[in-house]
Each structure stands twice: as C-alpha cells, then as structure tokens.
C-alpha cells in the first residue's frame, strides 16, 4: 500500500492515478474486443473524450453537491479545485452515461445496443480502479471491532482518520463484487437477451452491492435513514433500472404482438 508510486526530483508519481489510468485503458481494450462484429466498434475510441468530459464533471458534481456539500457550501472557491481529490465513481458513472447519450443521438445509434456492448468493460474498470483506491487509502471501511481487518499506512486518508484501527477493506470487497458481476455479464452476454437488458442489469447488480457496502463505509457522511449519499444514489439507480426494464420488455413485447405473421 502506497500513496505514492515513486518521486523524482519535483516529480511525484501517484499510485492511485496510474491504477486508474490502467483500469481506463483495459477498460477500453476490452469494450474495443466486445464490440467486435457490431457497428459500435468504430465508435468506441471516437467516443472517449465525450466519456472523458462526462465522468470528470459528474464526478466532481456529486462528489461536491451529494456526498460532502457540508463542507464545500462553507468552501465555495474549492469546488473547482478537483486537483485537490475528491470525485465520486458513482458521478463519474451518470456524467458518463449522460455523455454516451449525447453521443448516441449524434450519430444515430441506439443508445442501449453501445451501452449492452460497454457493460462488461465498464464494471471492469471499476473492479481494477478500486485498487487504486485501496493503494491511495481512501473510500475506506469504517473500525471492524474485532480486533482484525486492514490497518492503512501513515499518510492516507483512512490513518488520518483512524490512526492505526483495523478497517473493513471495502473498496477491495468492492473491487471483488464488481469482479463477480463481470463474469455474470459476460455468461449473459452470450444468450437471447431485449437490447438494454445487459446494462440494466449491470446498474441493478453494481448499485446493489454498492449500497449493502457502504454499511461499512466509515468515510461518508450519513442523512436520512442513516444512509449514505452512495446508499440514496444506489436505491435511486435501482429503482429507476428496474422501471426501465419493464418499460423495455412492455415496448418490446408490444412490438412483437404487431408483428404482421410470416
């Protein structure tokens, strides 16, 4: 566990930013193999800047505006100062999409059809960034109470607050449920499925371990019901995913009733 990489000179290497450059990377490539045979393939690249604007302003946003709005609305100057830290993956996630949106409407493609392509890929990046996470100390677990778990290293987020107190290392079980639903993507991918259906599933099975891990969560300030900004968001996705799941098969099914007959 290292916050940072190496340092040379004035020069600092951090951990965390070459983790997730890495996960973005592998991310890419695998969306690029998935997308082979279909007419998203050339778009994959072409789409990248639009994902990296989106995930940039949707991470700060909700870091800024859901997740620690008590201290930013007493520090307004520092809401842009992102060189600072302080993103939120689940941000980064919804200005993504908002992007794809954006980019689908502007070259006429379906926006669920990409979306089933880039499921996969994109819970794999999540899986390896949270590494990145780990390495960097932070989105960390909050003091197990039973006397084991991860103790981080001086000069992380998690021992600042802390000190050296056994935590429950919730971003690696994150990184490992997001491993899981990678593999459940990808046995789904190879069956019938109605377009959209792929990434639905992906939000649902994402947002729903997200939200039973940030019980553990000791970094995340609580509002109602006790729950965290990342638990409210969770339940908002998973709503609003299994909506669009029925509206889908309703459509498609519609669709199928008037079909003229072979």
Same mark, same amino acid.
């Given at each position: 566990?290292?916050?940072?990489?190496?340092?040379?000179?004035?020069?600092?290497?951090?951990?965390?930013?070459? &983790?997730?450059?890495?996960?973005?990377?592998? =991310?890419? $490539?695998?969306?690029?193999? #998935?997308?082979? !045979?279909?007419? *998203? /393939? %050339?778009?994959?690249?072409?789409?990248?800047?639009?994902?990296?604007?989106?995930?940039?302003?949707?991470?700060?946003?909700?870091?800024?505006?859901?997740?620690?709005?008590?201290?930013?609305?007493?520090?307004?100057?520092?809401?842009?100062?992102?060189?600072?830290?302080?993103?939120?993956?689940?941000?980064?996630?919804?200005?993504?999409?908002?992007?794809?949106?954006?980019?689908?409407?502007?070259?006429?493609?379906?926006?669920?059809?990409?979306?089933?392509?880039?499921?996969?890929?994109?819970?794999?990046?999540?899986?390896?960034?949270? &590494?990145?996470?780990?390495?960097?100390?932070? =989105?960390? $677990?909050?003091?197990?109470? #039973?006397?084991? !778990?991860?103790? *981080? /290293? %001086?000069?992380?987020?998690?021992?600042?607050?802390?000190?050296?107190?056994?935590?429950?290392?919730?971003?690696?079980?994150?990184?490992?449920?997001?491993?899981?639903?990678?593999?459940?993507?990808?046995?789904?991918?190879?069956?019938?499925?109605?377009?959209?259906?792929?990434?639905?599933?992906?939000?649902?099975?994402?947002?729903?371990?997200?939200?039973?891990?940030?019980?553990?969560?000791?970094?995340?300030?609580?509002?109602?019901?006790?729950?965290?900004?990342?638990?409210?968001?969770?339940?908002?996705?998973?709503?609003?995913?299994?909506?669009?799941?029925?509206?889908?098969?309703?459509?498609?099914?519609?669709?199928?009733?008037?079909?003229?007959?072979?």
């Amino acid at each position: 566990m290292s916050v940072e990489l190496f340092s040379i000179g004035g020069f600092t290497l951090y951990t965390h930013g070459v &983790i997730t450059a890495l996960a973005a990377m592998l =991310a890419l $490539g695998v969306a690029h193999y #998935l997308a082979a !045979g279909t007419p *998203y /393939r %050339e778009h994959i690249t072409n789409m990248v800047p639009y994902l990296f604007v989106g995930a940039i302003a949707g991470a700060r946003i909700w870091h800024v505006f859901f997740f620690q709005w008590g201290y930013y609305s007493k520090h307004l100057s520092e809401i842009i100062a992102i060189w600072n830290g302080g993103i939120s993956v689940q941000g980064s996630l919804i200005g993504s999409f908002i992007a794809m949106i954006v980019y689908t409407r502007k070259h006429r493609l379906s926006f669920w059809g990409l979306a089933d392509v880039l499921a996969p890929a994109i819970v794999l990046g999540q899986s390896i960034g949270r &590494i990145g996470c780990f390495m960097n100390g932070d =989105a960390y $677990g909050s003091p197990t109470g #039973l006397g084991f !778990g991860m103790i *981080y /290293r %001086e000069g992380t987020l998690a021992y600042d607050k802390y000190g050296a107190v056994p935590l429950w290392p919730a971003e690696l079980f994150e990184s490992q449920w997001d491993l899981i639903i990678f593999a459940v993507l990808l046995i789904l991918k190879g069956r019938k499925r109605m377009t959209g259906m792929l990434f639905l599933t992906y939000n649902i099975l994402y947002s729903i371990g997200r939200f039973n891990l940030e019980f553990l969560r000791g970094d995340s300030p609580r509002y109602s019901f006790d729950w965290t900004a990342g638990q409210w968001t969770s339940f908002v996705v998973i709503v609003i995913s299994m909506c669009m799941m029925a509206v889908l098969y309703a459509y498609n099914r519609r669709g199928m009733q008037q079909a003229p007959a072979a």
